[in-house]
């Protein structure tokens, strides 16, 4: 159980805002994007929030924290629930072994109308945005960005509002992601309580190290009944 819900931890950067208020003296606040209430708050809120799992802090002050997503995947099912033939194959597989490693990334600066070139050259239906560190902070969805026209269901184009924003105004800041090393069953847990058909796989550094989709795991599941697939 405590592997599962490592997979629903999101972790989020702190920012730092201050204000001068004299000759040498400023007063500094430290607000966060947050995925529960969509909105920034300050870090005394997270500090007095049940969701907060952990604050890292540098030398400069506060950094990071972690926290639980919205999604949370159903309890395991008792070890005897699962079919005995596959038991070993799905206990041990890991999702490093399916996933697809060479994930298209893109930084919390680029415009919607990049983004929006971006999912017309490839077939991709989400694009993580990573910080300056090249750590994840969101997904910029094709669907959140692009309309389809009555009658033109094949050349979606961009929402008008969306026009000049950046990537960080958005992005969902509470992607569904799981950890590189988590078995196969706990990720499709995680996607089937999603209710998504992917998700992006991370280093404990929150560094995107691969992709899963639910085909990947069915063209895995065929080929280990050995179908030429
Ligand atoms: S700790 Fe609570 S208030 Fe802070 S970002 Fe997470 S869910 Fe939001």
Known sequence: MKDLRETEETCLSIHRVSTGLGENEEE???TVKCPDSHHVVELDTCEGCPHLEHIQRGAAGPERLQCHPQVRPPAPPPSDAYEPLLSPLLEHTRV??????????????????????????????GVPVLDEDERLVGVVSRADLLRTADGEEDTPRLHPERAGATASELMNASPVVVREGTTVPQAA?????????????????GKVVGVLSAMDVVRWVARKACYAV
């Open 28 to 30: 500094v606040r430290w």
């Open 96 to 125: 490093d072994e399916l996933m697809t490693q060479d994930v298209y990334c893109v930084d919390e600066e680029v415009i919607a109308e990049e983004l929006a070139e971006l999912f017309a050259t490839r077939k991709v239906s």
């Open 189 to 205: 847990a995680v996607m089937a309580a999603a209710r998504v058909h992917r998700v992006l796989v991370v280093s404990a550094e």
